[in-house]
Structure formats: structure tokens, C-alpha cells
């Protein structure tokens, strides 16, 4: 008789904080079988009107085909020019940007790329949960920092535990701005401060600027690479998820490390289909008109949203950019409770603060994802079942 063979779980999967979006799917589906017609505003998936009319017409041969060598450098070449154009940040293009499709994907290449067992990352709370999962597969310790409202989310660098005499100072920090979950934002002045830093502790930033494609109000988005210095230590990411619903982006910064993480893709073989690259080209060479066009359609989504949502009395953070609107839960209700009730309830999902770090309780993330005539159904579901968690709801006569 052949037994079962028992195997334990790795170490490192047992210190991944525990997420709610598992229960979130199987209330979801369980709802859907019902005929449950769910709005998720939850996890980004920005809908395909914001990409469709500027897809290319692709050939057969390059659906499948792997991206050839000349491409991949005009790619390379066409990404340092955005850079170039938008912040005045100039790089070397074939040495200090490396493309990715796949935004989850490049951050664990990255820092398995750059991490030993024992290493120490420091991250923010809140913050996108990869940041924490990724170093901890890569066999890294993570310190958080806390990210508070009353400091409109930005850090004390000073503050951090490892920042004391003769304690152990953090391999890479993480930043992230636009800030997800909050939406927060930060200034040239900020990012000067963090290369000055990062300079005197010899820390690497990694710097996640994704939410700057999605600006409202004149906002002049920033980037950290535009600070003195900041090309000697820091790695920054940027991404077009957001504004078009596309897995691409590039990372861009110190070329011994970029050439870290281009080889561990290589020895993956982790190489996109030509496909994949040419509809990444063209998004840069029309990236002016896609973006002034799609930033129209988030400027419409944020205004819809917040106006409902201060119709029943939330409290919400105006976004100066990034594609999430950041609101407290109401009183006697945790973030996961409350955004288990409104699927149940009303059949809408949101991001509940408590699953992006202990810093992030007490408030739930609203993803801009689907058009403004969705946004109207979703807040009109919450305004039928608002008497819920409103303490001094009075029916109407």
C-alpha cells in the first residue's frame, strides 16, 4: 500500500499576511449563481473602453511569436523617451530601463534578484501588499513604517526602528506615490529629502509611481528620479496598468541593477510575445492622446463617485491623482465587516483598509473601475441600504 506523502509548508508562506480576498471570491460566486449582478470596485481591472480604440490590428505570426532582439531595444529606446519627455529625466536607454509585462511579477523578480536570507526591507502601512509578500518569498525580514492621516501619509524617515545607533539598517525601502491605498501624493521636495537619506544609510529606494498616468485638477505629477543623486540608489517603477488596463511598464535606474533583474528574467525565460511589445510601442508613441483622453473619463468617474459618496455622508479623500478613492468605514463597523456587508447587501465590492496593513483599518479603497453609469448604480445600491450603518437613519414618510 502506497501512503500519502506529507509534506510541510514552506516557512517563508507561513509569515504572508492572511488576506480577505479569498472569502471576498467565494461570497462573490456564491452570489453570482444566485443571479447577484455584482460592481466590483475592489481590486484594480479598469474596463476595456479605456484601451480599445487604439489596439493594434496585429499579424497571426506575431500573436505567438517571442519579441525578437531589435524590437525589445526599440522598445527599451521608446520608454527612455517618455521618460525624457514627461519628467526631463534622461537615462540610458539600453542599460538603466528594463520593460515588464506584469506588475506583480517584476517586483519578485526584482528582489529576488537583490535580496540574501536575513536582509532587512523596509515597507510602508499601508501599502500594495506585494511589497511585504515579495521580500518575504526572497528570504527578507520586513520592518513596516507607519503611514498616518494626520501626516497626510508621508513618512518619517527618522523614525523608522532601524534608524537607531547601532541598529540594522534596512537593504531597500520602499515608496510608493500616488500612495495605494490612500491616494496620496508627495513633492519634489519629499523625494530630495529620501536621496539625501538613502545617500548616509547606503539603503536602495524602490519608488512604485504607477498612479501618476491618472491626474486630476492641474496636478504636476513628480518623480523621484528627477532628484539630484537619485539614479546612484534608487530603482523607480513606472506602469500604465492603471490608465489603460495594459500589463506594461518599465522599471528605470541604476543599471547594475537593472542588469541584476534582466538576468534573472533571462534564466526564467520570461520573454514576451511580440505581441505583447508592439501594443506596448504604440501606447508610448500615442501615449498624449491616450492619456489626455482617459484621464477625462477618470476625472468624470472620480467626480460621480465622490459626489454620491458625500450624498450619504462618507467621508472620503479627494485624489490629487491615481485611480482610488480612499473613505472611512462608519463607526461600530471593522474595514473587513463593512465591505463583507456591502457585498452581501447591496452587491458591491471594495477594498477593505485592514488587508493593505494594520495602518489601513478603519478605512476601505474604492478602485475607479468601471464607467460613471456604473458608479451611479453602485451608489444608488448603497443609498437603498444605507439605514444599515446609519445610526440616525429615519425612513421616509
Known sequence: MIKKVIIEKAERLQKIPPGSSVETRRIKLSLMRRGVDIIDLGDLNPDPSLRDFFILPLDKGDMFAPCDSTTWQQLKRESGRWLQQKYDVRVRAD???????????????????????????????PCDPTYRTASILAGAEVEVFPLLERNDYLPNLTALPSSGRGAKLPKILFLNYPHDPTSAVTDSGFYREVVEWAGKKNVLVIND???????????????????????????????FFALTGIQFGFLAGDRGLIAQTESLQQALGDFPSKALVLQALELLRRYPEISHRNNLEFSLRKATLLKELFKLNWKARKPKAGPFIWAKVPARYSSVGFSRMLLRKAGVIVSP?????????????????????????????????????????????
Open 95 to 125: 542599460t538603466e530601463v528594463l520593460p515588464f509585462f506584469g506588475e506583480k511579477r517584476v517586483l519578485h523578480q526584482l528582489l529576488s534578484s537583490l535580496l540574501n536570507p536575513g536582509d532587512l526591507v523596509a515597507v510602508p502601512d
Open 209 to 239: 509611481v504607477s498612479g501618476n498616468e491618472i491626474c486630476y485638477d492641474d496636478h504636476t505629477p513628480v518623480s523621484l528620479l528627477q532628484a539630484k543623486g537619485a539614479r546612484k540608489l534608487a530603482l523607480e517603477k513606472f506602469s
Open 353 to 397: 483598509g485592514f488587508g493593505f496593513g494594520e495602518h489601513g483599518e478603519g478605512y476601505v479603497r474604492i478602485a475607479l473601475n468601471p464607467p460613471a453609469e456604473q458608479l451611479h448604480q453602485a451608489t444608488d445600491r448603497l443609498l437603498l441600504h444605507s439605514h444599515i450603518w446609519q445610526r440616525r437613519y429615519r425612513p421616509k414618510s
